[in-house]
């Protein structure tokens, strides 16, 4: 007996439409001239998506390319069609001038694909930063099954001996570079040495986040995200994605059965437990915002910063990638925190049943790079939300406080966790980088370095830019790290405690756009506060001033994305777009 959907396939409207034979032969002609048949298309079957992110410009997610092989066999055998199609290039190192622009790109065109073509369901191929959130705004606007396959961090880099994560290992050479400690020849062997295989970042930087975001969320199978790119494991699980897709579009398991106030509050714990990206903030914002869920600035205090970092992976810990998913993966720190009572576990999820029946009996096997909830690597190690004059929403990640950081400014006696420093506000990074080293500016370890002008719209698309390091005489003093507060973002594989992805940007009249060198900024992380001291009459004055210049629009996107996209605060999106939700309910009209 034929299995019968939940409800209808869409592809029968383009296929199998009683009333319009002659759409019904238009719409299969040209696909007969690759091989396939008219009773394939027509048997009923369900269209399966493979929305294919690898390519040679984004090698993070290259592995995407064979592992599409196995996703196909999957479908195949377990009664659906294939179909593969790109999906927008994201390659967070060398898209200029940053990859934050193509989030929403990427969206927006996987979108179109999903909505009009006859596809039934998809698997959202992810890796890189900003592929794994793209992919689940999109299934959420269109509402069809969807499933995420990761593509799985690089194996682990060593160089003489030392571990190298990647991206990791360059803030950390830059560091080294600028002590004297190794040459320029020695800076580029560190960085090629960390990235040994084929994969995206093996450290807990945006990309390892993101896709234990989507598991946490509920939207990959149990243990897809950590699973190493070259592991045997990662074709088997390629297979099973493929072939519980299938099952999902018969079950009409779609993700706004998944997704949910609650999913979305264990993703937040997660990030903590694993020491994971700050990038996570804006992105996890965006994708409860495209699947029509609430969530809050507030909610990273109240859910997220009182619980304790587990993983000991670089940037906040010493281990990488691989040895992670031999110890357990996600599923082992899920376990933690579900015994601790600090997840939701009736979460549904992609597999049918819900996230406590996933993560039955997986336990941590590596103490060492899992540790239990009651012995982690640090108590309260989650996001701290900050307010003030010069911004109404930033964060900072706390699990990459070093201890010499914590001595210098929070543990001064009477005023712990309480510190003033003198801004210096650069415009932008080539400001930066081209005065950092400037005796003019008289930069010392009582200083913070604010970066503006980095935000969504100002630069556009929001850059990886607040983890600037002190200049070189300190560095060769020791002092590796200074206070550092902007409106863009920082890789996700920094070790730096800044204040960042704040909004308001400056761009759009926010505080650091009065901000001047000199300044003196209070942080009062107890209070959750962060303020320049200067009185209101001098701040109305400056905001009369001319603001702070923005460069000029280099490309129609670029146009466009500063016109409808908010602020980092609320995830970057598109403002127009987040209205449209279950698109797929509504056949497209016929094209001719």
Not at 36 to 51: D, F, H, K, V, W
Not at 119 to 141: E, N, Q, R, W, Y
Not at 303 to 310: H, K, R
Not at 375 to 383: C, D, I, N, Y
Request: hydrophobic content about 40%; overall charge negative; some cysteine.
């Amino acid at each position: 007996m034929q299995r019968q959907p939940v409800r209808p396939f869409r592809s029968r409207d383009w296929f199998a439409d009683p009333a319009r034979s002659d759409m019904t032969a238009l719409y299969l002609e040209r696909f007969m001239n690759y091989g396939l048949t008219p009773a394939e298309l027509r048997s009923g079957r369900p269209i399966i998506g493979i929305a294919q992110t690898g390519s040679d410009l984004s090698p993070c997610n290259r592995i995407h390319l064979d592992l599409a092989r196995r996703v196909r066999d999957g479908i195949r055998d377990a009664g659906g069609i294939a179909m593969e199609f790109p999906v927008h290039p994201i390659f967070e190192n060398c898209r200029r001038p940053t990859a934050a622009l193509d989030r929403n790109l990427a969206y927006l065109g996987l979108v179109e694909t999903l909505y009009g073509y006859p596809i039934d369901a998809v698997v959202l191929t992810t890796g890189c930063d900003k592929t794994t959130p793209s992919g689940i705004m999109a299934a959420s606007t269109v509402d069809i099954p969807a499933i995420v396959l990761s593509g799985g961090p690089m194996l682990d880099g060593w160089h003489e001996g030392e571990l190298v994560g990647s991206g990791t290992v360059i803030w950390r050479s830059r560091r080294k570079l600028a002590a004297g400690e190794i040459d320029e020849e020695e800076f580029l062997q560190r960085a090629t040495d960390s990235a040994p295989s084929a994969g995206h970042c093996n450290t807990m930087g945006t990309a390892s986040t993101m896709n234990a975001v989507a598991e946490a969320l509920g939207l990959s199978l149990t243990g897809c995200a950590a699973i190493p790119a070259p592991y045997r494991e990662r074709g088997q699980f390629a297979y099973e994605t493929g072939r519980r897709i299938v099952d999902m579009a018969y079950e009409d398991l779609r993700p706004s059965h998944i997704l949910s106030r609650e999913s979305f509050l264990n993703a937040i714990r997660v990030v903590t437990a694993i020491g994971g990206s700050s990038n996570a903030q804006p992105h996890i914002h965006a994708m409860a915002k495209h699947a029509g869920i609430e969530i809050t600035a507030a909610d990273w205090s109240d859910y997220g910063y009182d619980l304790p970092l587990l993983v000991d992976v670089q940037p906040a810990g010493r281990f990488l990638g691989e040895r992670f998913h031999r110890a357990g993966g996600v599923p082992a720190v899920l376990s933690e925190l579900l015994a601790a009572g600090r997840l939701d576990g009736d979460c549904l999820t992609v597999t049918g049943r819900t996230l406590a029946e996933n993560i039955t009996g997986r336990v941590a096997t590596d103490r060492e790079v899992i540790r239990a909830y009651d012995t982690p690597l640090k108590e309260q190690a989650g996001f701290l939300v900050l307010s003030g004059n010069l911004f109404d929403v930033a964060i900072m990640k706390t699990s990459v406080i070093s201890p010499a950081f914590r001595a210098r400014y929070l543990e001064r006696t009477g005023a712990e966790d309480v510190f003033e420093s003198r801004a210096i506000v650069f415009e932008g990074s080539d400001d930066y980088h081209h005065r950092i080293n400037d005796p003019a500016l008289d930069i010392d370890e009582d200083c913070m370095l604010v970066i503006r002008g980095a935000g969504p719209i100002g630069w556009p698309g929001s850059a990886e830019v607040v983890n600037m390091q002190p200049p070189d005489h300190l560095i060769q003093r020791g002092i590796m790290t200074l206070p550092t507060l902007g409106d863009g973002r920082q890789s996700g594989t920094s070790d730096s405690p800044s204040i960042l992805n704040a909004s308001p940007e400056s761009a759009v009249g926010g505080g650091l756009s009065w901000l001047r060198t000199g300044d003196i900024i209070r942080i009062d992380l107890k209070a959750g506060r962060c303020d320049a001291l200067v009185d209101a009459d001098e701040i109305a004055r400056r905001r009369g001033e001319p603001a702070p210049p923005i460069p000029p629009s280099n490309t129609p996107w670029e146009e466009l994305y500063r016109e409808k996209t908010g602020q980092l605060a609320d995830g970057a999106v598109l403002d127009f777009a987040v209205k449209y939700r279950g698109i797929a309910a509504r056949t497209p009209r016929h094209n001719h």
